[in-house]
């Protein structure tokens, strides 16, 4: 099992920052990827920004040039940078971990609140 835990999230301006940081624990070793999802009232869950295991990343077009996500080493934390927010970056933001084998499987955060106001 692996444990996903979400900090960080708030409520700001638009136009401003935040830094959401997920902290892993349980059985890291062989985690493909890690990323963000949000999901805004009424909408369904939707990609962030995703990191591999070699550092390749992959941004949804609405976040691209405003978000980077990063992870250290093997996968203790990885952080989403916000900046430039948008009322519409509103949501709850889930920290994601993939494994590939033996099994495929997704491990998924409680959730952080990110509200951005106009």
């Known amino acids: 099992q692996v444990q996903l835990v979400e900090s960080g999230g708030g409520l700001v301006q638009a136009g401003g920052s935040l830094r959401l940081s997920c902290a892993t624990s349980?059985?890291?070793?062989?985690?493909?990827?890690m990323g963000w999802f949000r999901q805004a009232p009424g909408k369904q869950r939707e990609l962030v920004a995703t990191?591999?295991?070699?550092?390749?990343?992959n941004y949804a077009d609405s976040v691209k040039g405003r978000f980077t996500i990063s992870k250290n080493n093997p996968w203790n934390t990885i952080t989403l940078n916000m900046n430039n927010l948008k009322p519409e970056d509103t949501g709850v933001y889930y920290c994601?971990?993939?494994?590939?084998?033996?099994?495929?499987?997704?491990?998924w955060g409680q959730g952080t609140q990110v509200t951005v106001s106009s």
């Open positions: 994601n971990a993939q494994r590939a084998a033996p099994v495929p499987r997704d491990y």
């Open positions: 349980g059985r890291i070793f062989g985690l493909n990827a």
């Open positions: 990191i591999t295991d070699v550092g390749f990343t």
